[in-house]
């Protein structure tokens, strides 16, 4: 009995083309493109501990290459608010990821980011919608 592949009695032999699955899996987990992904999706899944709930809902993680986080924002506000923290942002997102992945924030404002996504402005009597700071 030698051990390799066999099943009653007959024995298999791999042909030279045919890779074992664990050999393919890391194959495509060390892709670059791919590795960025993974690092993202791990932004996304903790961007409520990285930037805290109010930033949450307004913001997101939209796309991560060279070190540089972009990061989505609803309005122009916001978009100014995260430029604000980007050091600290920085420096939190790092501390999530167990790593120094990122070494630069940029600011986009893109309407649908964060938690709150699609959720259009309404405006009430006052002219001023529910998420307005209210000024006492």
């Not at 960025?36 to 961007?47: C, D, E, F, T």
């Not at 924002?73 to 600290?88: E, I, K």
């Not at 120094?100 to 699609?118: E, L």
């Amino acid at each position: 009995m030698s051990g390799r592949g066999e099943r009653g009695g007959a024995e298999r032999r791999r042909p030279a083309h045919e890779e074992r699955v664990g050999s393919v899996i890391r194959n495509v987990l060390n892709e670059p493109a791919l590795r960025r992904g993974i690092v993202l999706g791990r932004l996304v899944r903790s961007w409520e501990r990285v930037v805290g709930p109010r930033l949450a809902e307004e913001t997101t993680p939209w796309e991560l290459g060279s070190g540089e986080l972009v990061v989505a924002a609803s309005t122009p506000g916001w978009a100014a608010q995260l430029r604000f923290l980007a050091a600290d942002l920085r420096r939190r997102a790092n501390e999530e990821l167990g790593a120094d992945r990122v070494s630069s924030v940029r600011v986009i404002v893109r309407p649908a980011a964060g938690s709150k996504g699609s959720e259009p402005l309404r405006r009430n009597d006052s002219g001023m919608s529910s998420g307005d700071a209210k000024l006492s």
